[in-house]
């Protein structure tokens, strides 16, 4: 008796797990697949924390998500009508402008070396220069030729990834408890409690991160608006992108501002400064306020610890890698942190 | 279908059909879901959930897990991290605590037990787990036959706050009632052997004098 429900057990175990390793294989190998799904899983994670709103004021759910869904069909429609042809527009204006970056930071080139030669009766050889500026043109060029293929898999996306939100955000309460029907009576208390330790982790991260983001955006947005600086719109969505990255993220997001400022305006026009005053403020209002209240509470992680998930999460995921492995590497931490209280005692 | 066929053909129906003929067969129809209606006609008939209306049993239904065990399963384990407040269904549980003063050969396999209570249908336990926060089970939970068990979890409750929180407040005024009920009786019983125990002093230095 007692055999056979040990081996009636183990076989319970053996299937959950194969049964995990086997999807998570399937969905890791196929990335046409993940990447639609990572964002609409993301997307979920943002939205999500509206739907109780909803239900509390009486609508079921099926109801609320449909509101929740039909809102956030109206709000996107609005930028892809208004803002397309900006943001189209502010795109080939920096392809014209590319050029005049390019002369520009050549005639300064050539300006320093004769400084230098005349201060220091040194020539700075070419090859160096010659070989970084084709570096980047050549790299440019790439991304602008992946453009239409980067375009494709876009309209694909467009049409999985709201299916799949829609889903999600329905009936995701009840896939859950479907998943948990299969957990082992032995490890189901721990399995549940860990794996909703996990979810509400990256969930708070991904929701405080997509706040955090939006605000520095938006600072830089009417930042730039009220100085008059082009690209404005494009610069700030940048910002907000390129914030979400933890440490490199800010110096990522001011760069193209820097090359804009000096192009356009010179290091010593007024411009260039209000930009630069601009970029850290923004920044300082970020770690001052938006990162101590909203971020810092949810993942303790040792900076170090940081810098290298990100680091490994870029080798794999590229930018994508970057913005999941904070919460990835907390809720790492927490697992192995359970696992050796279930080892070592505790 | 038996029983309602009659041998002669002339039996008179009624012109209307009586609404609760219409209402037995709606309920008995197969495809009326009268599986889900077993849940929270199980939790109607359990003493703490008395101040819950139909439907917010209803809305606790879908937040709670059904977990089957086999003879002698264990369900949790004293010392283990615990999350849950469960119910029996059916079946019976025994509550059994390991002797506090190990043998000298302490092996795992030849602790000691000491039975608690066996509880059975209707029964509830692991309610601390409920609102601890880290909760380490005291005993040990062991199905004594097949059983079937509803369980509460803590991230149950949580999304039970979020979304249903007049829900979530019944749920936790029927549990913290449970808890009150039982630190009641454990201060009755402190009092009772704090006197048992003074008692026993006095004895002592009657005697030593």
């Known amino acids: 008796m007692k055999m056979r429900l040990n081996s009636n057990k183990r076989k319970r175990i053996i299937f959950f797990f194969l049964l995990i390793v086997i999807c998570i294989g399937f969905i890791w190998s196929l990335p046409r697949l993940s990447i639609p799904l990572m964002i609409s899983y993301v997307l979920y994670l943002i939205v999500e924390p509206t739907i109780p709103h909803l239900i509390k004021l009486g609508f079921e759910r099926n109801l609320a998500v449909i509101i929740i869904f039909l809102s956030l069909a109206i709000i996107s429609i609005i930028p892809v009508v208004v803002l397309v042809p900006t943001i189209k527009m502010e795109v080939e204006n920096v392809g014209i402008y590319l050029p005049k970056v390019e002369t520009y930071v050549k005639t300064e080139y050539e300006e320093i070396q004769q400084i230098v030669l005349q201060k220091a009766g040194i020539e700075i050889n070419n090859e160096y220069f010659k070989n970084a500026l084709i570096y980047v043109t050549d790299n440019l060029q790439k991304i602008i030729i992946n453009i239409p293929k980067l375009l494709a898999s876009l309209l694909e996306w467009l049409l999985v990834i709201p299916f799949l939100l829609f889903f999600f955000l329905r009936d995701g309460f009840s896939f859950k408890r479907v998943i948990l029907k299969l957990v082992p009576n032995e490890i189901f208390e721990r399995t549940y409690y860990l794996s909703n330790e996990l979810n509400k982790k990256i969930g708070d991260y991904i929701f405080a991160k997509f706040i955090e983001a939006s605000i520095v955006g938006i600072i830089i947005f009417v930042g730039l608006l009220l100085m008059g600086v082009r690209f404005a719109f494009l610069l700030g969505i940048i910002a907000a992108f390129t914030n979400i990255v933890p440490y490199l993220g800010p110096f990522l997001g001011l760069l193209p501002a820097i090359i804009l400022g000096l192009v356009e305006h010179g290091i010593q026009s007024p411009e260039f400064s209000g930009i630069l005053i601009l970029y850290l403020a923004a920044n300082i209002i970020d770690l001052g306020f938006v990162f101590p209240i909203l971020v810092s509470k949810m993942v303790n992680l040792h900076p170090i610890i940081v810098v290298i998930s990100v680091i490994i999460g870029s080798h794999y995921f590229g930018v994508a890698g970057m913005i999941i492995s904070i919460p990835l590497a907390a809720a790492f931490k927490l697992a192995v942190a359970q696992i050796y209280f279930e080892i070592y005692g505790r | ?209």
């Open chain 2, 1 to 209: 279908m038996g029983g309602f066929k009659h041998d002669n053909e002339e039996v008179d129906l009624p012109e209307r059909l009586h609404i609760g003929v219409i209402k037995y067969f709606w309920q008995s129809s197969p495809y009326n879901p009268s599986k889900k209606t077993t849940i929270p006609h199980f939790l109607r008939n359990i003493i703490v959930f008395k101040d819950f209306s139909d439907y917010e049993l209803y809305l606790l239904s879908k937040f709670i897990h059904e977990r089957t065990y086999e003879n002698g399963e264990i369900i949790f384990k004293q010392g283990d991290l615990g999350i849950g407040f469960y119910l029996i269904y059916y079946g019976n549980v025994e509550i059994i605590v390991e002797k506090e003063n190990p043998s000298s050969t302490s092996t795992t396999e030849n602790l000691e037990y000491n039975l608690v209570t066996c509880l059975e249908k209707k029964d509830y336990f692991g309610e601390l787990a409920l609102l601890q926060e880290n909760s380490i089970r005291s005993a040990t939970a062991i199905a004594k036959n097949a059983c079937k068990l509803i369980g509460i979890f803590k991230p149950d409750l949580d999304e039970l706050i979020r979304v249903h929180p007049v829900v979530a407040t019944k749920l936790l005024q029927s549990v913290s009632m449970i808890i009150a009920e039982r630190l009641y009786s454990i201060t009755k019983e402190v009092k009772v052997l704090k006197y048992k125990l003074s008692k026993m002093e006095q004895l002592n230095e009657n005697e030593v004098k």
